[in-house]
Each structure stands twice: as C-alpha cells, then as structure tokens.
C-alpha cells in the first residue's frame, strides 16, 4: 500500500507564500501521474496542478502564474510552491498519486494522502 503524506500548509497572510510537500512511498518507476487538489469550506475537490511522469505539467486557471509544481526524483518528493496567496486560496490541499503497472494487463491506482490546511487570511 502506498502511503502519501503532504505537509507545508499553515496559516499566512494575503500575498504571502507557502510550499508545500508530498511525501510518498511509491516506486518511482510506477509513478504515471502526481498532482495537488485542494477543497475549500463547503466547495468540492478541485484540481490545482499535475505532473506526468515525463514532466509535462498542467494548472488551473486560477493558479497559472501563482502555484508552481516541481518534484524531486531523488526523494520522490513533490511540491508546490504557492506565491500572491488569497483567502479565496483557503482549503485543505491534497496530494494524489497514481501508479501504473503493466503485467499482463496494465493496472492504474490511485492515492491520496490526509491532506494539509492552508489558511489565508489576514
């Protein structure tokens, strides 16, 4: 079972910055796809950014030009760099891992990890 541990998040002020972290126990070579989700206060789970294992990257609107996503192959780690956060921003992010595996069919999972409150607010 892969575990996903995110971490980062905290409360800051409007214009300020957070990054945050996603640790995980994946083998990085089933890794096909990582990205951060976030869920405001009474709004569904939404997309923020992805990464294919290739390095392609995709934003939301919102995002483009604020969030930066990288990863770390050495430590399997992925970031977000958050910059010019607003309260709008406010909600917990999640990091979500899918593998992918090719025996004798190819088998997708998906993994999430508990999620970490980012509040901004002044």
């Known amino acids: 079972q892969v575990q996903v541990m995110e971490s980062g998040g905290g409360l800051v002020q409007p214009g300020g910055s957070l990054r945050l972290s996603c640790a995980n126990t994946?083998?990085?070579?089933?890794?096909?796809?990582m990205a951060w989700y976030r869920q405001a206060p009474g709004k569904q789970r939404e997309p923020v950014a992805s990464m294919s294992l290739s390095g392609r990257t995709f934003y939301a609107d919102t995002m483009k030009g604020r969030f930066a996503i990288s990863r770390d192959d050495a430590s399997n780690t992925l970031y977000l760099q958050c910059d010019g956060l607003q309260p709008e921003d406010t909600g917990v992010y999640y990091c979500y891992i899918q593998t992918l595996t090719v025996t004798s069919q190819v088998t997708t999972h998906d993994y999430w990890g508990q999620g970490t409150q980012v509040t901004v607010s002044s």
């Open positions: 994946a083998n990085r070579n089933d890794i096909n796809v």
